[in-house]
């Protein structure tokens, strides 16, 4: 049995350290540079705009952690949830944690009147997908992630022809 509760700055070490085998799993070990400070800024800072869930047994253990924030449709009118992270680590997997995890996401959008739940899967992880799908999580097809990040962000962001306001 899985228990799902809000993560609290004590879980700051474990979740990074499930962030850290995330990247290693998405086969992107050297990819995190995020720190046990900002990381604490952002789920629990002044005003925080990423959230945390974590996945407990009955023992009190850290099972998972699902990592969100808001996003909007335009289309909808309301604010969804775009899930960033979600991990259960591997010993634990098969135990309901992650099932536990997206549960509590999708009654969190429904209590808040939010349209949605949306997270991106790497192509070639079949096992989450194939959760997914069984969840009745639907890819959206005829869609591609972009992303401008690193020296294309500079380089793009420093060729702004109007001045920025407020």
Known sequence: MSVIRPATANDVPAILQMIHDLAIYEREPDAVRNTPGMLTEALFGENPRVFAA??????GDVRGFALWFLNYSTWEGVHGIY??????????????HGKAL??????????????RVEWSVLDWNEPSIDFYRRLGAAPMDGWSTFRLT???L????ATRNVPARG
């Open 102 to 115: 997206l549960q509590h996401l999708a009654a969190t959008a429904v209590d808040r009147g939010y349209a």
């Open 83 to 96: 899930l960033e992270d979600l991990y259960v680590r591997p010993e634990a997997r098969g135990e309901g």
């Open 154 to 157: 500079e380089a793009f962001g």
């Open 150 to 152: 690193g020296e294309a």
């Open 54 to 59: 974590m996945a407990e047994n009955e023992d």
